[in-house]
Nanobody, 124 residues
Framework: QLQACGGGLVQAGGSLRLTCTAS????????VGWFRQAPGKEREFVAA????????YYADSVKGRSTISRDNAKSTVYLEMGTLKTEDTAVYYC???????????????????WGQGTQVTVSS
């Protein structure tokens, strides 16, 4: 089970940190990704981190202003986002998949475990 939290209402230019906490699994065996879905749009990749945290991936839209990290001892993944823009407004989901190879870490179709989502709203 994945639990995402940390969303909220923030002004453009601000920052926030999303947290994804897992339970019931050997967390270190799972790659974890963050995805987001804006109203009327497809769910899209935001960022991902490999099992051992040695590799991270970012969508171009958030690269340079976001950091994904994980604490395997706490079964938690963080997504810190800065310089937020109104176009970052979406429901953010974390997802996990066991033993996911790096070649498959960004497409959402390879993830079978999803959290419930947390709303991020960026106001202008």
């Amino acid at each position: 089970q994945l639990q995402a939290c940390g969303g909220g209402l923030v002004q453009a230019g601000g920052s926030l940190r999303l947290t994804c906490t897992a339970s019931g699994r050997t967390f270190i065996n799972y790659a974890v990704g963050w995805f987001r879905q804006a109203p009327g749009k497809e769910r899209e990749f935001v960022a991902a981190v490999s099992r051992g945290a040695d590799s991270t991936y970012y969508a171009d839209s958030v690269k340079g202003r976001s950091t994904i990290s994980r604490d395997n001892a706490k079964s938690t993944v963080y997504l810190e986002m800065g310089t937020l823009k109104t176009e970052d407004t979406a429901v953010y989901y974390c997802a996990a998949e066991r033993l996911l190879a790096l070649d498959y870490i960004t497409p959402r179709r390879y993830y079978n475990f999803w959290g419930q989502g947390t709303q991020v709203t960026v106001s202008s």
